[in-house]
């Protein structure tokens, strides 16, 4: 109940912001900022991916949780959005997103009530289900709200994390959801990014041609209950393989192929830059790849001796499961196309309002105050650092403030 | 900008949750939850421990950033509210705070006109300079404001985070300082937390006989600008060797000594529960130390395969730093007196949404919605995970829902 929160939200601190504002001038710092030009262009890209692949793009939304960017994203031709949680999809659906893929087990009665409350007022809404039990207390919770509630079955992977670790307890589960009035068979689902293997794309191959055999031999079986069911997989590393396998299948003929990348929208400067260039060396017929569109910027708070300079930036405003790079910098009050040098730069140690800083020996034209762009590694655990994140043009001007709604 | 909002936030989502419900039954899970019993037991031990000391307590807000356990802080007997950043100061200030030690240097035109603006409005505040560049510019903005700003100067170690390195670096702090109208030195300030040595606990202790040093010479030097000077430190881990060395030299006698632990509200069950015992090792003398109130209530999501269960818990929701502990279990709809075993059960691994425990392998009376509690290292990461967290008694009853303003 703590999470998710509806409109009402939306937009309050927005008057603290002066649109129009520059970065470099005036902006209260650290602030996460989204550059609008490569968020424009990973929109366009990765619903073009999708769509010459033949599926249909249910974005993450869990990466952002910031209805600016869902909205974005179906204008962008989205067919819905995915989410984690009950309160997400709930903060999804209040912000107008109807058609939500909860890719996660649907656990607990409250949380089961906030969904049977948005299938009332007319979510479409599909969650997963990889055990006997769950599928029963479902069952039991929605026939007595005298509600269907459509549910896909998850495939995992042994020693993997959620699902059913074997075809068999796929086709068993099957059983144990048509013995449930209340509960319609809708698809299958998987994710691809908790599979490992000595050649990762190829366990990760091997993963998605077993989710072809399943959705195959579940489909001949008679198993589902809708006439195009949805078949989707999926995290922001692996999106290619996983669209070629369904494709090399032709699934798009009778199913509803669905990718559910989250990160792709504002990419990022580590883990997920790694997998974009492996993507781009499996593929050379793609062009431009994703770009890196988040990034903090902060201010040098102390230069307290030579070779040290202390940002006021910390594990409170940007990611940390790596440490933040520093990209560039520029004088506070000065020209936002003026750059200054950043080169040996190299962030150190991160605290919780604190980032340290190593300077190369040189380095003299530094001063208190000087702005300093971070990028992070997985841009979903910087989002949940901000209540707002401002969105900005290519001379640094603040277009916009996005709520998020964590 | 992006941070620290204003009164609007607080309690806007307080309707979704049912007080009196209990966390066993009908929650939506996961939730961040305080015991009420510890809580108010930590409020009143730091508190009593301040003023035994001859010290005033300045609780680092930064922790919680939660309005109501400000209130409760105050109410306490706190002098003020410790601070990191303007907009902490900020929202503080909007939430009731009048007295906002900000233990930083403060950096940047917009965050010095949100101070500004703080002043003017009847706030009494106090942020630490430790460079001649900082100072100049506070001076020259305040100047151009007609307004006074307070400042403490930061007195650091060597290979540190901020402040000046030496009693000589200080010396010329304060006469830049001096040299700047607008400006009012008010104090010395430090922080022993990140003092390191080969014995910890002596490197803290002459430290603090530095920052004793250092305060008695500006004194002598006639520097400060104040009556009663301030004096702080302290952090949650080294609080008592802190009060010690300012009691010793009878500084309540002429300043103003203020600590600024902020975990020990909540403490935890990591980093602090450790830095706790080595308190009371050191002080025999002290009862019943601080006890961990803070925890996270979840949710078994799936158990996929022998030994294996997936809780729906994740970086998203708790901090990080170290892996969470399970502490307790409950059935979901049972008696919340009624635990179920945990014995065995390790965490493993956390990603965004989910963790990751290997249970023991006798386990058998475990079911998917199986409630557990899970406690963790450092509370400043859980806080800033969550915009409410739920207050509860002994019987695990929701008291209130507490807003957080990062």
Redesign the interface.
Known sequence: ???G?GT??GG??KG??ELGADLV????????VIHEAPLAHNLAWMQRFTEVHGARLAPHG?TTMTPALFKRQLEAGAWGITL????QCRAAFSHGVRRLLMA??L?????MA?VADLIAAGADFYCVV??V??VR?LGRFFAERNQRLAVLIEL?V????????SQAAVQTLAEAVAAEPALVLAGLEGYEGVVHGEDPAAAVRDYAQRLVETVLALESAGRFDVAEPIITASGSAWYDLIAEAFQAASLQDRFVPVLRPGCYVVHDHGLYREAQRDVMRRRPDLQRGLEPALEVFA???????PGLA?I?LG???IGHDQLPVVLRRYR??GDPGEMLSVVGWQVTKL????T?VHLPGDVDDI???DIVAFGASHP??TF???????LVDEALKVKD?LATC?
């Open positions: 109940m703590a999470k929160t009402e939200r309050v601190d603290t912001v001038s005036g902006v209260s710092l650290p602030a996460a869990k984690a949680t009950a309160p996660n087990q656990v607990g009665q409250a949380n906030m990889d055990g039990d769950n207390q995992g042994p020693g993997g994390r959620c699902g059913c670790r201010q040098v708070q102390s230069l307290p001796e202390i006021a594990k409170r405003d506070e009050g605290m919780d309002q604190h340290f001063a208190v105050g979903c655990l949940d650092k901000w209540r707002q994140l401002l403030s964590f």
